[in-house]
């Protein structure tokens, strides 16, 4: 027997390798004949912990944590193009007429690369990641500067893709970004594709069930979470050549919700989804069978180990987003909406619905701050508009207390005084007049 000293940040581990029945001397420190003893630093008090019952040691386990301390997720090679999961999105770009397509969370332009696989050349692609991509060094392709393919192709960021004019592509793709992302960033991305998609546009949604290697904070999402969050939709789900489960989809742009709808229903998936990952984690026994889904082909040291990483990852997104507040910008974005109402109503003779307010200050003005403009702007109680559903096609209408507003306050006192204040003021104002 021979003992290894392996140090990780705050502890070292003192690794016995044995020869095994076939001769190897056990000294892989991945290896299946390994078997850890782990003492404190600094004190130098050793305590072996045994490991009972189990048919191998948890090197699975520590390899897969290990790769979970990676400042950021891994980015897809742009050779895995001809994977299973690409080649469902080109086979959905496939049936459409020179399309314009949007791959939000681009990476490392693997979707592109598959997309000159196909040799044809009517597409028009658009990648979107939080730093602008060199599509040409990522993939390798060469274009002459006179092939008309060079006018085509163009990567951005996400503020850059709101500064653009919106409904112009027929396909956006969200490739196993989703489980990435906490609720504000997920629901900010859909707000990004949804105002990008034309009309009759759709979201190619692919996504895994289960993380093939650690991520940082990763919270997977299932079909169930998303059609909670998007509605029924047209959809696949398959395990991958190495036995990963897939989920595929296929959104029509009037499925996607708005930013704080998308918020609201991430956030209260992942407090469901949390207790369920705690609960399986603690009685794995209670529901077998959906313990071995979430965790595949796993020994039960990996499946604890597994499962109670997710409840700390969905820990810290729901803390992250309870954390946060509004922020500065709604009084300007009030303000702004107001104006963009007056506006449209004086030209068109219509009211405008609060998808065409997200639209229109995008540019300029946080999600959240619209969000929360729209939210006071609405209020049943206190609120200028009607109050709206859920619905990006409601149209917000004014009430009373909206023309109460111009006659005596005006926007100017918005900025003043602050959103919140002139609001109650017009509601005390008009139930004295009312009383």
Not at 89 to 117: H, K
Not at 271 to 287: F, S
Request: charged share 20%; glycine share 8%.
């Amino acid at each position: 027997m021979n003992t290894l000293q392996v140090t990780f940040p705050g502890f070292e581990f003192l690794v016995s390798t044995f020869e095994d029945s076939e001769g190897s001397d056990g000294r892989d420190l991945l290896g299946s004949s390994l078997c850890p003893r782990m003492r404190r630093r600094p004190c130098g008090c050793k305590r072996p912990a045994q490991y009972h019952s189990m048919k191998e040691p948890p090197h699975r386990l520590i390899h897969f944590l290990t790769e979970c301390l990676r400042s950021a997720p891994p980015i897809a090679p742009g050779s895995l193009y001809q994977d299973s999961q690409t080649q469902w999105v080109l086979a959905q770009i496939n049936q459409m007429v020179s399309p314009a397509i949007l791959d939000y969370g681009c990476g490392n332009c693997r979707l592109l690369r598959g997309l000159f696989s196909t040799g044809s050349y009517t597409w028009s692609y658009c990648g979107v990641d939080i730093e602008t991509r060199d599509w040409r060094a990522l993939t390798g392709l060469s274009l002459t500067t006179d092939d008309p393919r060079q006018n085509r192709i163009r990567t951005t960021t996400p503020s850059e893709l709101r500064c653009e004019a919106p409904q112009r592509f027929d396909a956006a793709v969200l490739m196993n970004v989703v489980h990435e992302l906490g609720p504000r960033e997920l629901a900010g991305g859909l707000a990004d594709i949804r105002r990008a998609l034309k009309p009759d546009g759709n979201l190619l949604l692919v996504d895994m069930c289960l993380l093939p290697e650690g991520e940082p904070r990763a919270t997977p999402f299932y079909l169930a979470d998303f059609e909670e969050l998007f509605g029924p939709f047209a959809n696949s789900c398959y395990n991958s050549k190495s036995g990963i489960p897939i989920i595929t989809g296929v959104i029509p742009r009037k499925q996607i919700p708005l930013y704080a709808n998308a918020k609201k229903i991430a956030y209260h998936v992942l407090i469901r989804k949390r207790t369920e990952w705690a609960q399986l984690a603690a009685r794995p026994e209670l529901n077998p069978g959906v313990a071995t889904q979430m965790t595949g082909d796993h020994d039960e040291v990996f499946r604890l180990g597994f499962l109670s990483l997710l409840t700390a990852n969905a820990t810290s997104r729901i803390d992250e987003y309870t954390a946060s507040t509004t922020g500065d910008g709604v009084d300007i974005a009030a303000v702004a909406t107001i104006e963009h109402f007056k506006d449209v109503f004086s030209r068109e003779k219509r009211h405008i619905t609060v998808a065409e307010v997200y639209e229109h200050l995008a540019q300029g003005h946080s999600h959240d701050a619209v969000a929360g403009a729209i939210e006071i702007l609405t209020h049943f109680k206190f609120g200028w508009f009607m109050p709206l559903g859920v619905d990006p096609e409601a149209v917000m209408i004014p009430n009373e207390r909206f023309d109460w507003f111009e006659d005596h306050y005006g926007p100017s006192e918005i900025e003043k005084n602050g959103l919140v204040a002139i609001v109650l003021a017009t509601a005390d104002d008009w139930a004295k007049w009312l009383g």
